[in-house]
């Protein structure tokens, strides 16, 4: 054991380098009379005070600073020591045991460029998510726990790679958005009801059209229903509707018969009962008003994309009895030069029958040939109410001369006398091989057939049907249907008869003759 003997007072410790061994240093506690023993042994290493301090050695009157580079730090006392060793750990973190949350735990620890901590709020982080391609793992996903907003700034926004689920009908919902921004889920109802509000008349009419396959949706109207009255009868009747663009979609169409509100349906008209045209003007469909009840009755007809429910009515009643024909008369009119020998037939009245001889010469354009005329067929008491007329006319022979035959026939008034030139108030105008036409508005009907040297046979059926001042005609050429309907301004009083002018166009002299016969039939007058 060392021998220390020798005792050292000083201000403060020595530096270790500088110290002398085997040596007690006194060191003076500042401002007070006492001093603290540092023993020194011959190894220059500092002993424990000779009292053996123990558990008290960190106490604060104690100085038990051995290291000179602390005190060279300022440290003189323990109580220096200890009061800055408190201070930093009261610096140190808490190792956290507590779950938190960014509300409860507003801040998070950061690190700047020198290594200085610093706070940083916790709500922040992720803030730049968008900076980093990120890719999920299994189990990854987003939940909100509120309210969220994403502001593009007008910058784009893609979703991209999405699978094509175009042919799965479980995806039957939209994305849709509200005036604020809001995006949500939507079965499309409301957007597609309002759609129409953001078109203009020209894309509606383009996007009704394309929605429709390619047939027009221009809004439907129908003027009259031909005939306006049917009976209970068990039979078929052929109806036909006049009108404007009803020239329905073949793939999606329906013709109903509704009540006269237009409401209730009593009945569908089976599609292949329905002829369309294209002309937009003419609908025709077949069906037996046997199981109708009695009344007034519209029509309901779907193109596709829309309803629309007629205007005028068709009235079902138990039975029609037509006005007896039986008393018809006729008188004719013919040119010897160009029809020298014509053959006039009635059958009950009803009919007349004219047949060209073989061989006759044509001499310039538009000849008349012969005229005839019936006694009174629509006397006065009928004429100034309503009434309905059927015809049936059938033209067949054989032409061979390069012109053609034609005729005119339909209603006159009774009182004048027979010419060849009468006006008719209500009929048609036909050119056998040219065209056909509604009188007396001239109305072109039907297209053109070519000059031909086989035999011609040509079926065709008019419908003149009187409503108050309205005058609807319809003719059924050959299953080509076309209807005029005119403003037949008639004085009362006037007794209505049938007239027929046969005549030739011919474009040239011609020796090559012709034999046609014409029959017109009167099939029934009806009183409305």
């Not at 221009?218 to 404007?244: C, E, H, W």
């Not at 018809?328 to 004219?354: E, K, Y």
């Not at 004085?491 to 011919?506: E, I, K, Q, R, T």
Request: charged content about 15%.
């Amino acid at each position: 054991m060392s021998n220390i003997g020798k005792i050292i007072r000083v201000n403060e410790l020595p530096p270790q380098g500088e110290r002398e061994t085997n040596v007690i240093y006194q060191v003076a506690a500042p401002g007070a009379a006492t001093y603290t023993d540092y023993a020194i042994d011959e190894n220059g290493d500092m002993k424990t005070p000779a009292l053996g301090a123990g558990t008290q050695d960190i106490s604060d009157d104690l100085v038990k600073i051995s290291d000179p580079n602390l005190v060279s730090e300022g440290f003189l006392t323990q109580t220096q020591f200890n009061q800055n060793v408190n201070e930093q750990l009261e610096q140190k973190l808490n190792i956290p045991v507590a779950d938190g949350s960014v509300q409860s735990s507003t801040t998070v620890i950061g690190l700047d460029a020198n290594g200085n901590t610093v706070k940083l709020p916790a709500g922040d982080l992720g803030k730049n998510v968008a900076n980093s391609s990120l890719t999920t793992v299994p189990g990854a996903g987003l939940t909100l726990g509120a309210n969220w907003e994403l502001n593009t700034s007008g910058l784009y926004y893609s979703i991209t790679g999405l699978a094509d689920a175009s042919n799965d009908t479980t995806f039957n919902m939209l994305l849709a958005q509200n005036a604020s921004g809001r995006i949500g889920k939507s079965n499309g109802k409301g957007a597609f009801v309002s759609l129409p509000n953001q078109l203009t008349e020209s894309e509606k009419t383009a996007w009704k059209t394309s929605m429709n396959g390619g047939w027009t949706t221009n809004t439907m109207s129908v003027a009259v229903i031909l005939p306006p009255i049917v009976d209970k009868q068990d039979r078929d009747y052929f109806i036909t509707l006049k009108g404007a663009n009803l020239n329905l979609n073949p793939a999606s169409f329906s013709v109903e018969i509704t009540d006269n509100t237009g409401t209730n349906v009593i009945a569908t008209v089976p599609n292949s009962q329905v002829q369309l045209y294209t002309n937009g003007i003419d609908l025709v469909f077949y069906y037996n008003f046997k199981n109708v009840p009695l009344g007034n009755y519209k029509i309901r007809l779907w193109n596709g994309v829309a309803y629309s429910i007629t205007n005028p009515t068709i009235n079902v009643t138990d039975l029609l009895t037509p006005v007896s024909l039986s008393g018809l008369s006729w008188s004719m009119l013919n040119n010897t030069a160009i029809c020298p020998d014509v053959d006039l037939t009635t059958a009950s009245g009803t009919s007349i029958h004219r047949a060209r001889n073989t061989n006759e010469q044509f001499v310039g354009t538009n000849q008349d040939a012969v005229s005839f005329k019936s006694s009174v067929l629509v006397p006065s008491a009928i004429a100034d109410g309503d009434f309905y007329l059927e015809l049936t006319n059938t033209t067949s022979g054989v032409i061979y001369y390069d012109g053609s035959y034609g005729y005119d026939y339909g209603l006159v008034d009774a009182a004048q006398p027979l010419s060849h030139s009468m006006q008719i108030l209500a009929g048609i105008r036909r050119n056998l091989f040219f065209d056909e036409r509604i009188l007396p508005d001239n109305v072109f009907v039907s297209g053109s057939n070519t000059n031909t040297s086989v035999g011609l046979n040509r079926t065709s059926k008019l419908y003149i049907t009187k409503k108050g001042n309205i005058v609807s005609i319809s003719s059924v050429n050959n299953s080509q249907l076309t209807t005029v309907v005119s403003t037949w301004f008639q004085p009362n009083g006037v007794d209505l008869a049938f007239f027929a002018n046969f005549n030739s166009y011919s474009n040239s002299n011609s020796n090559n003759g012709a034999n046609i016969q014409t029959d017109i039939y009167i099939n029934s007058l009806i009183q409305l």
